[in-house]
């Protein structure tokens, strides 16, 4: 069994400077609210330089910012009928603090979720992962036994599928994979929670959704997916499941989605991620 521990290069690989950003297309069909969560989190120690434009029928239209829980941003507009268009860039430099650790979350994210049923696997869980003790090991395993048990099948799973749905079809996208990790730690005792991220090297690139888990008192982060190096991933938005973190949520009205191209790349190669590496996100 690997022994996990800290990236030694975490800390030269943080520093370079990441480019991150999004272009997203919409036809409003009726009066609604839109919600983006598509802005880099501001966390303490990151230096981000960006830029935030929305328009509607072309003509610039300036959202509200909400700020939720662990420096999420949400950026909301009301409209009419007809197009929005939203194009966001940012320059992110620096390596972000810890995130901090309260009391509140780890009761939270302890809790099932609505994609993250963690009671229904309470007894699986115990029978394939409770001869283990530490949290760091749990989140070895976990990660492990989900990247083997499921295919990454772009189009396989509904939005409203949760982590007991992908387990069954074996098969899912990055969210199907964070949402069946989470579940299953939760169902171990290790709070974990969805982090909806910019992922440089990431193929196909999109949105990218991890698990984020309290190993020894600091949340780490784990990529079942191993799509992208994870030292290199920029926080967008982060909470109990899906349901917190999309990139877009509509109410009242009715909208279909033109266009999203997503884009994020670090001034530089690369770094080299490991399974057996503990890695924070940066």
């Known amino acids: 069994m690997p022994t996990w521990h800290d990236n030694g290069d975490r800390e030269a690989t943080a520093l370079a400077n990441r480019e991150v950003g999004a272009q997203i297309d ?45 420096d999420t941003r949400i950026h909301s507009i009301e409209v009419g009928e007809g197009a929005v268009s939203l194009s966001y860039q940012a320059t992110v430099a620096g390596e972000a603090e810890p995130a901090p650790v309260r009391d509140i979350d780890v009761i939270t994210y302890l809790r099932p979720s609505r994609y993250a049923e963690a009671d229904k696997f309470f007894g699986f869980a115990a029978t394939e992962f409770g001869q283990y003790t530490d949290s760091a090991t749990l989140l070895e395993k976990v990660a492990a036994w989900v990247g083997a048990r499921l295919d990454y099948v772009p189009g396989s799973s509904d939005p409203i599928d949760g982590a007991a749905d992908t387990l069954l079809a074996g098969a899912g996208v990055c969210r199907d994979y964070a949402h069946l990790v989470v579940a299953l730690l939760r169902a171990v005792n290790v709070p974990a929670r969805l982090v909806a991220v910019y992922a440089p090297g990431c193929d196909p690139m999109d949105f990218h959704a991890v698990a984020e888990a309290l190993v020894d008192g600091e949340w780490r982060v784990v990529d079942a997916t191993c799509l992208a190096p994870r030292q290199s991933m920029v926080r967008i938005a982060t909470g109990r499941d899906a349901a917190d973190t999309a990139f877009l949520d509509n109410h009242k009205g009715s909208i279909t989605l033109n266009n999203m191209v997503v884009t994020a790349y670090v001034d530089g190669q690369l770094p080299v991620d490991s399974i057996d590496h503990l890695v924070s996100l940066g």
């Open 26 to 70: 919409v036809e409003v069909t009726a009066p609604t609210t839109l919600e983006f969560q598509v802005a880099v989190a501001r966390q303490p120690g990151l230096d981000v330089s960006e830029s935030l434009a929305i328009t509607f029928n072309g003509n610039p239209i300036q959202p509200r910012e909400i700020v939720g829980p662990h």
